[in-house]
């Protein structure tokens, strides 16, 4: 049966090499292998290395400017896609928030009133903040000083620098409508009078619904007896209230 050439070639190939038998042969195998062309690749390398075509270089990688600036590009979009999101949910939370208290009843006029307000308590708050650290941070100010057994049995204590001598006693009782009454009420009052060389006592008592009006008075006379007995640890001089006289005016039925 005839075969094709292709098919002979491809039975040559599959055929094993076969040994040379004698020296000539295995010289004819290597001229034979030494004149054959060279692949294209090992060709390129050789010429090379000759010196004939340069080595190709290899390729840069990206620099990571280049890369940072894509990665800013892609997310400048998202970016700005968040920031136009949050502005609209403010102005429509704003937009229901006007309806809202339209509804209520309550109008431009009260909303102008509130934001007057904001304002008037925006423009008190650098003294208010005064008086805050002078009350908690200054060593002239003794806190809440126990005079009794119930939980506002408390006083505070304003002295002056110089306690040279015996100082004359003043004893502050805040007011508050019964509900809101606070020793702390009285920092502007005992500072500037311990300025002058006076001491303040500024002293705490029970609000409603803590206790009645007959509690109130009751925990306001122990505060001053409290004070009378023992401001002279303090400083004070208690024959000296003359020159600065606390009025108590309470109406018991």
């Known amino acids: 049966m005839c075969s094709s050439p292709q098919q002979q070639q491809q039975e040559k190939r599959m055929q094993p090499l076969a040994r040379p038998s004698s020296p000539e042969e295995a ?7 030494s004149t054959s062309p ?17 080595l190709p ?3 840069p990688l ?9 990665d800013l590009g892609r997310r400048s979009p998202s970016f700005r896609r968040d920031v136009g999101h949050a502005a609209a949910e403010t102005f429509l939370l704003t937009r229901l928030t006007l309806i809202l208290l339209r509804y209520l009843g309550l109008g431009y006029r009260w909303i102008t009133k509130f934001l007057a ?3 008037y308590a925006m ?3 650098p003294g208010l903040l005064q008086v805050g650290c002078y009350y908690f941070f200054s060593s002239q100010v003794r806190r809440s ?9 408390r006083l505070d204590l304003y002295l002056p620098e110089d ?17 809101i009454g606070y020793k702390a009420w009285g920092t502007l009052l005992g500072r500037r009078l311990a300025e002058r060389g006076v001491i303040v006592a500024c002293i705490d008592y029970r609000n409603f619904p803590q206790g009645t009006i007959s509690d109130m008075v009751k925990d306001v006379s122990q505060g001053i007896s409290f004070v009378c007995n023992n401001i002279a640890s303090y400083g004070g001089d208690p024959s000296r209230g003359s020159e600065a006289t606390t009025l108590l005016s309470w109406q018991r039925n």
């Open 27 to 33: 010289e004819e195998v290597r001229s034979s292998a």
């Open 145 to 153: 000083v126990v005079y009794g057994n119930q939980p506002r049995n």
């Open 163 to 179: 306690m040279n001598e015996p100082k004359p006693v003043v004893a502050f009782v805040t007011g508050g409508a019964w509900i």
């Open 62 to 70: 990206a620099s990571s400017s280049s890369s940072e600036r894509f």
């Open 38 to 54: 060279p692949a294209r690749g090992g060709r390129r390398r050789r010429a090379a290395s000759e010196g004939a075509l340069p």
């Open 57 to 59: 270089l290899p390729r």
């Open 117 to 119: 307000l904001d304002c």
């Open 123 to 125: 423009f008190l708050m």
